[in-house]
Structures are given as structure tokens and as C-alpha cells.
């Protein structure tokens, strides 16, 4: 098998070790990649460095068909990079397919706010001693970007830190989950196919315990970060005077009132508290319902979650494949026994064969077991009914993260007031908590992050305005 290169300021390299990516339902090698030395490391931060005024000064036209460019090019590959995908992750091949899709998309909508991205003029004579001048707010680039990805999304998570970068003309070095470094080596491939300049971009899949290196190093004065809540924080931590954007955990909540479509929640709730495993920060991971449904609902949900289909992630049917790996399958499992020794009834599922585990339903979860208060990170759902809107909406809030929550209800007055009411980043009416459009804003409140990404959003976050006056103009 092939050692794959990794992406040192644009141009193949290759280090003096190796790694070894395998897949978690059948232990097969996956693919061998190259792990950068710290010389390499040095040279690629460098390179960043040297080249960030240039890529600031870089014509809207440049970015933008790079970013176009790259769009096209996942389109061409799409089933080899979704297959890839699969066999890193883990994920079955359907919700694989789906991400190469989000990820075109994401680089099609950089390259779209690339080309409108562009200065605003104010009128500065609203006073007497302001006449003659005009204000020109334009937006620049915070210097180059240390983009930290996870495993669970391996592409298009990638995709939502580098996208916005190129469109604002920032360089960016990519450290990706070292899972799931393959997907992302791919897309470093498409990117030297561009004409963005050498250094504009580097992909350095380093073990973990090197990324701190590159968090403190002062020539990244920019850190985006998905992951967990507590490396987040602890790079925070490091780096006060940084411009740190943080996406993180969560144990979203959907909430199923009495006027809801119960087959419909039903339906969505079964699934999307299993899809990806349940590796997903917006996977539905606390079910709140009203009272009165509760029979009904809980009935149409346990029907709709054995229909599920779990096993190889490559077979086309299957809906739910195994977790990254051993480890974290055995994780959920210790947590749910947990929450059973504690006096959780399991309706569902509940067992694990290797690092699969199957669809779970549990009720009657104490607060502070773990998956209730924690983020599960595996395809486990927690079910609890309420007698009103006011304790739905307490119960959600009765969180310390806040990414996003859905509500499935009918009444307009109640949509409104859920979105005045919880304390999240993201309110979804009449579906889960899972949905993301690409380019929407998108990050949590509390402790679910900082910042905001959505390909605008996100670029606005790494930048920040400046304004030149002119004076003396006749207006």
C-alpha cells in the first residue's frame, strides 16, 4: 500500500514516520500516511508567515476559482472520496456520500461570498464637522489560520475551516484528527492543483500531543478548533491574546409538544440520534416530551428506531455502522450500564458487538448520569416527559452546553418563543436539533463554544474591519 504525502506549503512531502489508519467494523488497513518531522512543521509556518501579506492582496477572482476549483474537483471524486470516508471513519457510505455533498457545497458557497465580499461606504457628514468625508469599511484577514479538525466529519469539517480562510485571503495549516487524516490529505491534493501561492495552505497530520506546539506558536495568531469541550478551553487558556474560535459538544435536546407531527418526530428522532453513530454535536441525544403524547410518541419511537439498519458501514442499507474505534464503543457502553446501575430502564438496544452499538433508548435517567449531563458521543438517546411548554423549555435549557435544540410543534407563537427562550446557538422548528445548512450561522453559547462558522459567518470571524476616511471630498 502507498504511504500517502502530506501538504507542506502547497507540494507533496513526506516525514520519517509513518501511521496507520484502519477501520473500525472490520479492522482493515485503511491507509498508511506520513507524519511530518518537526523541521517540516517549522518550514510550513514559515511558509505561512512569509506568504500572508500576499495571500491578503491576493485578486477576488484568484480565490474564488480556487475555491470553485476545488468544488468541481470533489464533485469529479465524490464516490472515491465517500468510500474513503467510510473506510477512515467508519460511517456508513450513505451519510458518507452526504458529507462529500456538504463539502461541495461549502467550497461552492466560498466562492460565491469570495466574489461579494467587499468593502462599505459611510457617509461621514451626518455633523457639520464631519463635512467632506466618507468613511470605507473593508475587512482584513487576522493573519494565518491553525485549522484543528475532528474525526466525526473528516471532509466537511475541514472543508468549513479552510473555505473561509482562502476566501479571505488568509493562510491556513490544517491538523486533522489523526483518525481520520486521509479525507483531509485529499482535499490538501485538489488545493495544489490551484493557483494560490505556495505556503497559502498546509495539511500536517501530527500526532496530538505536537499540536500544542502549534496553538502557542505566535505566527498562527488565529486558532479555529472543533472538538471537545475540554482541550477547547485549555487552548483558550493558552493563548488569552489569540483569536481562538471554538465549536464543541453538546447533548442537544429535541422537544416533541402535544400539537406535533408524531410520526414525523418520531421518524427523525430515530434517526438522527443514530446517524454517524451518534458522533455528531447535534445528533439528539435528550428527547423532552409533552405529557399528554408521551404513550403515543414513545410507541411510534421505538417502532421507528428498530427499523434501523445497523452493521457494515459499505452495505448500502445500512443506516448506523460501528464508532471510530473499540475504545469509544466501549465508552458508551460503560456509560449507559452506568445509567442502567443507577435505575435507567433500556427500551431499546443497549448491547455492543465490538465497536458497534446498537440504536439505545433509555428512561427514567437520573440528572447526573452521564448521559444525561454529558455529551454521548454514540447512538444513545435519553427519554423524559414533561407536563408543559414551560418545563420542555426549562428542561432543554437545564444544560451547561447550548448548541443547538429542536422543537416540533405547530404553533407560530411557540416557535417564536423557543427561539426568544433557549439558551442555545441554533433553534430548529419542526425537526431536530441535527439540521445545518452549510451556510448558516452555526456554534453554541455556554460551554458549546465560541465563535461562529457557516462559510459568511465564519469568515467575518476571521477578519476584522477597518475603516479609511477620506477627507475633503465634495459629496
Not at 108 to 123: H, I, L, P, Y
Request: hydrophobic share 45%; with cysteine.
Amino acid at each position: 500500500m502507498d504511504v500517502r504525502t502530506f501538504w507542506l506549503a502547497g507540494r507533496p512531502a513526506k516525514g520519517d514516520t509513518e501511521l496507520t489508519v484502519t477501520n473500525s467494523h472490520d479492522g482493515r488497513v485503511v491507509g498508511i500516511y506520513s507524519v511530518p518531522t518537526e523541521a517540516q512543521v517549522e518550514e510550513a509556518i514559515a511558509a505561512a508567515a512569509a506568504v500572508q501579506k500576499e495571500a491578503a492582496a491576493l485578486p477576488v477572482h484568484v480565490r474564488a476559482e480556487a475555491l470553485a476549483h476545488v468544488a468541481k474537483r470533489l464533485a469529479e471524486r465524490a464516490e472515491e472520496i465517500a468510500q474513503l470516508i467510510t473506510g477512515e471513519n467508519g460511517k456508513p457510505i450513505f451519510w458518507a456520500r452526504g458529507e462529500v455533498n456538504r463539502a461541495i457545497s461549502t467550497f461552492r458557497f466560498a466562492a460565491e461570498e469570495t466574489r461579494r465580499w467587499s468593502g462599505d461606504v459611510q457617509r461621514l457628514d451626518t455633523e457639520p464637522a464631519a463635512t467632506g468625508r466618507l468613511g470605507y469599511v473593508t475587512r482584513q484577514p487576522r493573519g494565518s489560520v491553525l485549522a484543528i479538525t475532528p474525526f466525526n466529519f473528516p471532509l466537511n469539517l475541514v472543508a468549513h475551516k479552510v473555505a473561509p480562510a482562502i476566501a479571505v485571503g488568509a493562510p491556513v495549516i490544517v491538523k486533522p484528527a489523526p483518525a481520520t487524516p486521509l479525507s483531509s490529505l485529499v482535499l490538501g491534493e485538489i488545493l495544489a492543483e490551484t493557483d494560490l501561492p505556495a505556503g497559502m495552505f498546509s495539511v500536517l497530520p501530527v500526532e496530538n500531543e505536537r499540536a500544542a506546539a502549534l496553538v502557542q506558536d505566535p505566527r498562527l495568531p488565529v486558532v479555529s478548533f472543533t472538538g471537545s469541550g475540554p482541550v477547547g478551553f485549555a487552548i483558550m487558556d493558552q493563548v488569552p491574546r489569540k483569536h481562538v474560535t471554538l465549536e464543541l459538544g453538546g447533548n442537544a435536546a429535541a422537544v416533541v409538544l402535544a400539537d406535533a407531527d408524531l410520526d414525523w418526530a418520531a421518524s427523525r428522532v430515530a434517526l438522527f440520534s443514530n446517524y454517524q453513530a451518534g458522533q455528531s454535536c447535534i445528533a439528539v441525544q435528550r428527547v423532552i416530551v409533552e405529557e399528554s403524547v408521551r404513550e403515543a410518541f414513545e410507541e411510534k419511537l421505538l417502532a421507528a428506531v428498530s427499523t434501523l439498519v445497523t452493521g457494515d458501514p459499505l452495505d448500502e442499507k445500512t443506516q448506523v455502522g460501528p464508532l471510530v474505534s473499540l475504545a469509544a464503543a466501549e465508552r458508551v457502553s460503560a456509560w449507559v450500564d452506568e445509567a442502567v446501575a443507577a435505575g435507567a430502564r433500556v427500551l431499546a438496544g443497549g448491547t455492543r458487538d465490538g465497536a458497534t452499538v446498537t440504536p439505545t433508548v433509555l428512561t427514567d435517567v437520573a440528572e447526573d448520569s452521564k448521559v444525561s449531563c454529558e455529551e454521548v458521543f454514540g447512538p444513545v438517546m435519553i427519554l423524559k416527559s414533561v407536563a408543559s411548554v414551560d418545563e420542555a423549555f426549562a428542561e432543554v435549557n437545564n444544560s451547561r452546553f447550548g448548541l443547538q435544540a429542536g422543537v416540533f410543534t405547530r404553533s407560530l407563537d411557540t416557535a417564536f418563543r423557543a427561539n426568544r427562550e433557549l439558551e442555545v446557538g441554533g433553534v430548529i422548528i419542526g425537526d431536530v436539533p441535527s439540521y445545518r445548512a452549510d451556510q448558516m450561522p452555526y456554534g453554541g453559547v455556554k460551554e458549546s463554544g465560541v465563535g461562529r462558522e457557516g462559510v459568511r459567518s465564519a469568515m467575518e470571524d476571521l477578519t476584522y474591519e477597518k475603516v479609511m476616511v477620506l477627507t475633503g471630498l465634495s459629496l
